[in-house]
């Protein structure tokens, strides 16, 4: 009974090892790509995720393009219907961000293509001419399909180049004077954080690092800034 209870013991060890492995391996593959999940309510209901959302790392997408972001849901059923079809949940996603972020993207011309206009963000126009495209949860517009695929090759880049006209165009309006993770005031020279195609100002790295892993929560700060935080 001893020598077989030892070798039970021996082989549950190693399956709770096996497991172990598979879930780091898991993890490992899974790891975001982009932003974090940009919007405040869950992409199938509609309803508000509240304080522990369902975060899901895609891994198996239609889109190559999709690997590796980010999705919240409210519960597991809607994290299944949408995982169910997401040829064609994930376009209905883009529609969303695109909507949401339209409005704070910077107006000029094409990323990569800079001498070439586009229409400007708060016209009709804009949702219609050119090309908008969701990568790694954030919009970007381009002129023609030929700058998408020059921007996939050197993405790095040109975030850099957006980041830096968002902070310029958005400086001027930002709505506080404090940090909005520790509600301290960030000084003459802020960290300054762009997610979702808005600027954040924080007091420290830390505090940027906080509003990149939950973005919507932040975001609201700044088209409410009377709730949450107050100025001095």
Do not use: W
């Not at 972001?69 to 961000?97: A, H, Q, S």
């Not at 990569?112 to 990568?135: C, L, Q, R, W, Y």
């Not at 830096?164 to 993770?181: G, T």
């Amino acid at each position: 009974m001893t020598r077989h209870i030892k070798i039970l013991t021996i082989f549950s060890a190693f399956i709770a090892s096996l497991l172990l492995m598979g879930a780091a391996t898991q993890e490992s593959t899974q790891k975001r790509v982009g932003d974090a999940y940009p919007l405040a309510n869950c992409p199938v209901s509609g309803r508000p995720l509240g304080d522990n959302p369902i975060v899901v790392v895609l891994s198996e997408t239609p889109r190559a393009s999709d690997k590796g972001r980010e999705v919240r849901f409210c519960c597991n059923g809607c994290r299944g219907n949408f995982e169910k079809d997401l040829k064609t949940n994930l376009p209905e996603l883009d529609k969303k961000i695109i909507k949401a972020q339209m409005p704070y993207y910077p107006s000029g011309n094409c990323v990569v293509m800079t001498s070439e206009p586009m229409a400007a963000p708060d016209t009709p126009e804009a949702m219609t001419e050119g090309t908008n495209v969701v990568i790694g949860n954030r919009l970007y517009r381009f002129c023609c399909k030929a700058c998408i695929r020059k921007f996939k090759k050197n993405q790095k880049k040109y975030d850099d180049m957006l980041a830096e006209m968002i902070i310029k165009q958005q400086s001027a309006s930002y709505p506080l004077d404090v940090c909005v993770i520790s509600g301290r005031p960030y000084g003459a020279n802020p960290n300054q954080v762009v997610v979702a195609n808005r600027m954040v100002r924080t007091c420290c790295g830390g505090c940027s690092n906080k509003v990149k892993s939950n973005p919507a929560q932040y975001l609201a700060m700044l088209d409410a800034p009377k709730t949450g935080i107050k100025s001095d």
